[in-house]
């Protein structure tokens, strides 16, 4: 009896530190991924994001004027990404709440670039080829 109850919890807290690794991993890719995005390195985000968002974020980079660069490069402090709670949907996909801050929002074609002080969003983030991805569409 005591031998099952040793193997029992022990298999629980194998599976409780797996969960935490691949939720503080699914964490860290979230990071990255927004850092990259909201500072307009766009090359980084794209390698950061899901396949299916590449075709948008490729759309996004074509559509970056350089008064929209002139823009984010007169701040002085970049971007703040602080990424709060990130909940395993399964083994394969997670969402990710997100506040980014102090960053310049390119919403709309044609117009100029702004400063934006905080925003809000919730990321999923999928898993491919063994690395968790960012899918674009808590952005669009």
Known sequence: MKQFL???LSSVLLACSE???SEQ???QA???FCKAFFEYD???AYDLCAHESQSWLRFVATNVSQADLDVVNAQEDGPEVSVGNVHLLNEKTATADVSVSNFVSMDSL???AHLVNEAEYRLTLVVEDGTWKVRAEGLR
């Open 110 to 112: 044609g117009h100029t």
């Open 30 to 32: 979230a990071e990255r």
């Open 19 to 21: 969960g935490n690794q």
């Open 6 to 8: 040793f193997i029992f």
């Open 42 to 44: 766009l090359t980084t």
């Open 25 to 27: 991993s699914a964490k």
